[in-house]
């Protein structure tokens, strides 16, 4: 609030005295009008400037349908304007939520007092710019706030209003709300991992749809908290497209997304299933070519699919013996079934995994002869130019021995 002068300017204060005399007699019935408060409040700090309010999306309210406990000039200290006489189901909202109990911001610091901006105004709240700046920049003060901020700032959904102002893209109140701000922490809390999917399914359709159908969602439906939402494989400020390296599905961060979960013993225990899945997998052809950097080679998703996933026990799961060299030949056309067969998540040996240990040994060793046959070829070209060498330069043919006892030295 800007400071008010100490010593009171003497004219300023008769004039206004004056004005209020003038105008006192005449208001005193209907409660005073706008231009009796304007002759002071033009002039008399705190200056209200007209215009503000003429522009805002107030603009042809009176003065005193805010300052409502206003009804006579002069006045005495005024109360605090409440938006809530008019904005009754927004205020109501605010106060259930965490803003009103925690202390948070009120009314005015998000709106403004008498610049409330009109909704077609690009600085209204209800535009997802504003809301970025005004949400975002007060929880970036908060503690932990700063980080996470920034992530939504640089995610899909943030990028898409910021760089392309994408009003199709959520922004801050698109998920939170606005007044009575849900924080939709869901921890595990499996009816929360609904609530949230079902939110990011109102513009996600596709994969809400196929997510319906998961072992994951029916969990979820049976309440085990620790199956995962949406945001247990995305994150929630940090979005980003598969495509993004720095998204946690992208191609090289799913396993370590899904192992999470599935290299998680105790966590694995309580639904039978085996937590050795993410350690087969690294140790499979695809896991090795995977982490060297080719993004083609078959990640979890490839195989169980990212939404949909079913157990293989299920005839509809890609990952049942029926339906594996349709998965499979996405990426191997003609693979055929003998190749499907090929058990994946079992340690590589002769009796586990036949055609992979194969395939593991045949290269080895092919490799290993590869390796060997080079070297001795370029040790064998090394000799024998040296030897020509030492032929064209020491023309009466010292032995070879001569010159290979120098070279120890
Ligand atoms: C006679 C001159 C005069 C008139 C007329 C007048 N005011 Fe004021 N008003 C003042 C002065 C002087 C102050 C500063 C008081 C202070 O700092 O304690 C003030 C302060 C205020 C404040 C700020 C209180 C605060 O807590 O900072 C509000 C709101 C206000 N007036 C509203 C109105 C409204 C609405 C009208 C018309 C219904 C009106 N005033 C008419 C002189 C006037
Ligand atoms: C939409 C409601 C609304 C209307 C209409 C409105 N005001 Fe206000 N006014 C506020 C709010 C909100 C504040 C901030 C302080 C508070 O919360 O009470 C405020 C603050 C003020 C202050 C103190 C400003 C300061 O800088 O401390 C004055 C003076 C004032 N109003 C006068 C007026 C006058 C004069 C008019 C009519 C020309 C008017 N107001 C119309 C809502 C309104
Ligand atoms: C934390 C910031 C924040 C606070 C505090 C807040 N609002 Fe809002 N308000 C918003 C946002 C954001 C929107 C836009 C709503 C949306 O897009 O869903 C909005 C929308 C509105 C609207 C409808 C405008 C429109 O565009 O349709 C009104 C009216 C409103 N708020 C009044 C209030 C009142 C009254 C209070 C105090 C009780 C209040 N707000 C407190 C952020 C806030
Ligand atoms: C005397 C009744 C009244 C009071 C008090 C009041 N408003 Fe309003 N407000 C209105 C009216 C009328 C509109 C215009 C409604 C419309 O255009 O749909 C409006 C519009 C708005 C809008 C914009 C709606 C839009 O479509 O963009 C916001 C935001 C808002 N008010 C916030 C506030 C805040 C914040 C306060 C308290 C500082 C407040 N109002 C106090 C009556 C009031
Ligand atoms: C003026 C600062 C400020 C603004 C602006 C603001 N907030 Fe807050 N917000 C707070 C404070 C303070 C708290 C309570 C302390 C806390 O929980 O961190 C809070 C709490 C929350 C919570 C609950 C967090 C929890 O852990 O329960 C959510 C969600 C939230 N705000 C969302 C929003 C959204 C959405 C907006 C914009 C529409 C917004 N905030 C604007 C200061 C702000
Ligand atoms: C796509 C939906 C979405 C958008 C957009 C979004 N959030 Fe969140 N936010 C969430 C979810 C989901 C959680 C719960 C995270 C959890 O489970 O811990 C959350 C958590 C929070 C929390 C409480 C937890 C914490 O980390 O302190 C606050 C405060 C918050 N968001 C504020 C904001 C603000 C401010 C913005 C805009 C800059 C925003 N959110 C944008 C979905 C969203
Ligand atoms: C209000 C609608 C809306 C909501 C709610 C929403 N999104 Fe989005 N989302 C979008 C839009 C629009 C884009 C595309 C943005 C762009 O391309 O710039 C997008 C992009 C994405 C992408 C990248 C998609 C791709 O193919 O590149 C992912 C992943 C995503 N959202 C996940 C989520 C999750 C998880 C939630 C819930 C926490 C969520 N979204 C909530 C509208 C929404
Ligand atoms: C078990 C982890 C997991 C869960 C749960 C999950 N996703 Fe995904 N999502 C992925 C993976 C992995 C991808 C990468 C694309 C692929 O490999 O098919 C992806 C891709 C996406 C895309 C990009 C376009 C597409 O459809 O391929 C969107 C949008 C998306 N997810 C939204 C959601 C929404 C909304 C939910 C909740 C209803 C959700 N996801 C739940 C793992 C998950
Ligand atoms: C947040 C933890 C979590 C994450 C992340 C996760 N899962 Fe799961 N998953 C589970 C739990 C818990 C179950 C057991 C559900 C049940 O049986 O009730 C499960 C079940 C499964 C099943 C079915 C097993 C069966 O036979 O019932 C498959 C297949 C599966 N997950 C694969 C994946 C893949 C692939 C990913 C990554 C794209 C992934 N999961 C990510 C926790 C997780
Ligand atoms: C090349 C394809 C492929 C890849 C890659 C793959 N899986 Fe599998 N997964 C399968 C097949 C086929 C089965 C069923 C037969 C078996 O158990 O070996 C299976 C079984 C499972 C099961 C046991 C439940 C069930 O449905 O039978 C889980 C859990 C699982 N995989 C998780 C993962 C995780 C997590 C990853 C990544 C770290 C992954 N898988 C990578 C093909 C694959
Ligand atoms: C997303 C694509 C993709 C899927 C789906 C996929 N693979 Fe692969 N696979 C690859 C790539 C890429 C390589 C490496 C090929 C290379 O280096 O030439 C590979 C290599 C292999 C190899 C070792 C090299 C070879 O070509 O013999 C075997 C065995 C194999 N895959 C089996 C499978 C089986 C079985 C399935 C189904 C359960 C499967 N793959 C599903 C992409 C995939």
Redesign the pocket.
Known sequence: MKSRSRRPDIGLILAASLAAMLVGAGASAAGPGDSDCMACHAEVKPRVVLDVLRGSAHEGLSCTSCHADITAVPHGKPLAVDCGLCHAKEADAWRAGPHAKAGGPGCVDCHGAHDVPKSSDRRSMSSHERQIEACGGCHARLAGGRQWVKMFDES??G??VIK?G?N???ACA??HGAHDVRSLKADDDAKAKRE?AR??G???EP?YAAFEKSAHYKALSQNVGRAPG??DC?G?HS?????NRSSS?APESVPATCGRCHADKSLMANFGLPADRLSTYLKSYHGVVLEMGDLRAANCASCHGAHDILPSSDPASRTNPSNLEKTCGKCHPGAGRAFSNIRFHESVSPTGARGAWFVRVFYTIFISLLVAGFLLHIITRLVGWRRTRRKSAAPLGKGMEGGGSHDKS
């Open positions: 899909v959904h990028q898409g392309q994408l199709l893209a959520p698109t998920c949230v939110l990011c109102s513009c996600h994969a949406c945001t995305h929630e979005i980003q497209a598969p495509e599905v």
